[in-house]
């Protein structure tokens, strides 16, 4: 007999926070759901991507010390398996920006998916969201980088989890 995952309170509490929002009535709502969290989640990487790359927030020009600025965005669809999700690929006037979260080309982003979810379900804290890059990337991602997109997911996910429920 297989063993149930028992749900932390800071689960519970996201996910309740989550279907008072969005109301799923049947699967296909559940789906885009998912799709709109993965899509929100994995835009707010990219933009703090582009801002690691920069070294500057956006509209931080005080602190712009690059010849480098953005260029606006490409549109780009991504195939998950909770269905084609839009989202805009940041741009820099050089044209060396190299996103890794979701990688020049590549379209099916199927195998980072749930990472990406757990991050919300886990409360995302820096350690594992830490650990999440690591396995999202292959590669050490660098204290600022990390604490950047925590800094751009976390209010998305607070204003979930402190929504009032009916």
């Keep these: 007999m297989a063993r149930q995952r028992k749900l932390t309170p800071e689960r519970k509490a996201l ?12 699967a296909q709502d559940v789906q885009a759901m998912l799709r709109d969290l993965l899509g929100d989640t ?29 260029n ?33 080309n590549q379209t099916d982003i199927s195998n980072i998916e749930d990472q990406v979810l757990s991050m919300y379900a886990k409360g995302m804290t820096t350690r594992d969201i830490s650990a999440h890059l690591q396995s ?13 997109m925590t800094d751009r997911i976390l209010p998305i996910a607070k204003e979930w989890q402190n929504r009032p429920l009916p």
Excluded: C
Aim: aromatic share 8%; proline share 6%; no cysteine.
């Design 72 to 104: 606006g965005y490409s549109p780009k669809t991504v195939t998950s398996s909770a269905g084609d999700i839009p989202i805009d690929v940041p741009r820099d006037r050089k044209g060396d920006f190299e996103p890794q979260s979701v990688k020049k």
């Design 15 to 26: 996910i309740q926070s989550l279907l008072s929002h969005y109301k799923p009535e049947d």
């Design 42 to 70: 994995i835009q707010q990487m990219l933009e703090a991507e582009m801002d690691d790359h920069l070294g500057y927030s956006k509209y931080d020009y005080k602190n712009k010390h690059t010849d480098d600025s953005r």
């Design 136 to 148: 999202i990337y292959g590669v050490d991602a660098s204290a600022e980088m990390i604490s950047r």
